[in-house]
């Protein structure tokens, strides 16, 4: 899969796919099957075949954690990529997701630990010909929160953690993409200014409508969850658009028609149209709440039939 050297600026050339009837494809997001991960009974290799015969999916993007453990084998990297090349799959991201020090941190020896604990997912990046990896800047500890001045000097930190990985994913190519997912990168303006300020044509957004409330965890034990500001989902959704290189389609619940009850997923890939974005839209099924009853694979089709009304494709 090509990575071309993207502009970062409000006018972003996407990657090619314009020529197709929608510049918006489905991925599977390979968070979906939560479920079955922390019930033991998920198996990562199965999971080309599921995307594609299961759901008529081409591609996917896979989470760290689900199989950290095996991320050290060749053979099982190779066997994940021959199992992706067999079903016409394309390994799309990786959703790189470490605990401990952070790319954000304040203390910079604690940033390089964190450049370094990021830097063997660029090489599996590689082996699995994905075209990049999604990363968190801060926000999985306290890093500070509430004390003055701490929002623009976490931002410093992350703008110098951040653009050293990306140096580092320069030689071969690979996109490094921050979510909208913990701490003050659920703050639009905060994500956005750190993109300007590294200014690097590898950078990007990967953008998650579910993620536009502050959330910070203290260190503990008992750890404990701690919210700051919250931002209006729309708005912000638009904000991140002109830097968005992936999109996340989270889902909680669907009612009989087959909408999405949290949120206006129409709303949501109009304006990233407008924006003019191409590229993957992950689905994120992650039950809760009301809505319809639902096994995991039923909310998979459901968010994909959407995803298909709303104008995406395969």
């Known amino acids: 899969m090509a990575v071309g050297a993207v502009g970062l600026s409000p006018r972003i050339s996407r990657l090619a796919g314009a020529e197709t009837k929608s510049r918006i494809r489905i991925a599977l997001g390979e968070y979906s099957f939560n479920a079955d991960y922390k019930a033991g009974r998920y198996d990562p290799l199965r ?17 760290s954690s ?62 699995l010909g994905c075209s990049g990896i999604r990363v968190n800047l801060s926000g999985f500890d306290m890093n500070g929160f509430g ?33 909208n997912h913990t701490g003050y990168s659920c703050d639009p303006e905060w994500l956005v200014g750190v993109m300007r300020q590294v200014d690097n044509p590898l950078a990007g957004i990967e953008a998650d ?30 904000k991140l658009m002109p830097y968005s290189r992936a999109l996340n ?11 999405e009850t949290t949120m206006d997923y129409r709303r949501l890939l109009d304006i990233a149209g407008k924006a003019e974005y191409s590229g993957y839209i992950g689905i994120e099924w992650e039950p809760e709440g009301g809505g319809l009853k639902m096994s995991d694979a039923q909310g998979i089709e459901a968010t994909r039939n959407l995803l298909r009304r709303c104008g995406a494709a395969e």
Do not use: C
Not at 249 to 259: E, L, P, R, V
């Open 47 to 63: 999971l080309a075949g599921i995307a594609r015969k299961r759901f008529g999916l081409r591609a996917i993007d896979y989470v």
């Open 66 to 127: 689900f199989w950290a453990d095996k991320a050290k084998s060749r053979d099982f990297l190779r066997e994940m990529k021959q199992r992706a090349e067999d079903n016409g799959v394309t390994n799309h991201l990786i959703l790189v997701d470490l605990q401990g020090p952070q790319l954000g941190d304040l203390d910079e020896s604690r940033r390089r630990a964190a450049i370094q604990a990021h830097r063997p997912w660029l090489d599996v990046a590689v082996l």
């Open 147 to 179: 004390a003055p001045g701490n929002k623009e000097a976490v931002r410093n930190a992350s703008v110098e953690g951040y653009g050293r990985l990306l140096e580092l994913s320069a030689h071969a190519k690979l996109q490094v993409l921050v979510q």
């Open 209 to 238: 409508p579910g993620h536009f409330q502050e959330i910070f965890f203290s260190e503990g034990p008992p750890r404990r969850e701690v919210r700051g500001e919250s931002f209006d989902l729309y708005e912000s959704w638009a």
């Open 249 to 259: 389609a989270k889902t909680h619940a669907f009612d009989a028609a087959g909408n």
